[in-house]
T-cell receptor, first 115, second 118 residues
C-alpha cells in the first residue's frame, strides 16, 4: 500500500464548481509536491512545498490554489477549471534532499474530470 | 536544460522474454540523480531505483537490472524473464536540485508502455 494517501480517487466537476484534492503522508517528510499527468504523458510538476512553505510554482494558473496546513497535509483547491484541466493529479513527498535517498513517494492520484 | 528521452513508446513481449527499456538523458549538472518509476494501471508511481551520477556500478534486484553509462548518458533498464505483472508504463527520470529548501524536481521521460503477453 502506498504511504501517500490521496482523496478523492475520482472527481467530476463543472466549470463553476469549487472542489479540493487532499493528500496526506505520515512519513515525516518535509517536502510535498503536486504533479499533473495528462493521458499518455509523463507527470509534470505543478507545486513544491518545503517545510510547509510554497517554494516552487511552475507557472500554474491561479484557478489551482495549493495549501499546506501542516507537514502531513497538502491540499489543492480547484475553482473555475476548464475541461483541459482534466487529468490525473499526483501528490508526492520526500525527505529533505540533503538527507534523503532522492526518492519521491507518490500517491495513487486523483483523477479529475471537468465537464 | 535537463532532458530525458525514452525512444521506445511501446514494447510488447511474450512472457519469459527478456526486455530492455532505453533511457538517454541530458544535463549540465555534475551531480544529478537518475530514477526509474513504474506506473501500473492503478495510477500510482512506484519507485524502482535511484542512481547518483558518481555511482556507475550496475545494479541487479531480482529480475531487474540497470546499466548506467555516463559516457553515453544512458541509464537502461532490463527485465529478465518478464511476467504479465510487469505490464505497466515505465518512466525514466532525472532530478534537478531546487535551490529552495532542499526539495527537488523530477524531469520525466515520456515513458515506455510495456505489455507482457501470456
Amino acid at each position: 500500500d502506498t504511504e501517500v494517501t490521496q482523496t478523492p480517487k475520482h472527481l467530476v466537476m463543472g466549470m463553476t464548481n469549487k472542489k479540493s484534492l487532499k493528500c496526506e503522508q505520515h512519513m515525516g517528510h518535509r517536502a510535498m509536491y503536486w504533479y499533473k499527468q495528462k493521458a499518455k504523458k509523463p507527470p509534470e510538476l505543478m507545486f513544491v512545498y518545503s517545510y510547509e512553505k510554497l517554494s516552487i510554482n511552475e507557472s500554474v494558473p491561479s484557478r489551482f490554489s495549493p495549501e499546506c496546513p501542516n507537514s502531513s497535509l497538502l491540499n489543492l483547491h480547484l475553482h473555475a477549471l476548464q475541461p483541459e484541466d482534466s487529468a490525473l493529479y499526483l501528490c508526492a513527498s520526500s525527505q529533505d534532499r540533503y538527507q534523503n535517498t532522492g526518492e519521491l513517494f507518490f500517491g495513487e492520484g486523483s483523477r479529475l474530470t471537468v465537464l | 536544460a535537463q532532458k530525458v528521452t525514452q525512444a521506445q513508446t511501446e514494447i510488447s513481449v511474450v512472457e519469459k522474454e527478456d526486455v530492455t527499456l532505453d533511457c538517454v538523458y541530458e544535463t549540465r549538472d555534475t551531480t544529478y540523480y537518475l530514477f526509474w518509476y513504474k506506473q501500473p494501471p492503478s495510477g500510482e508511481l512506484v519507485f524502482l531505483i535511484r542512481r547518483n551520477s558518481f555511482d556507475e556500478q550496475n545494479e541487479i534486484s531480482g529480475r531487474y537490472s540497470w546499466n548506467f553509462q555516463k559516457s553515453t548518458s544512458s541509464f537502461n533498464f532490463t527485465i529478465t524473464a518478464s511476467q504479465v505483472v510487469d505490464s505497466a508504463v515505465y518512466f525514466c527520470a532525472l532530478s534537478e536540485a531546487l535551490a529552495q529548501g532542499g526539495s527537488e524536481k523530477l524531469v520525466f521521460g515520456k515513458g515506455t508502455k510495456l505489455t507482457v503477453n501470456p
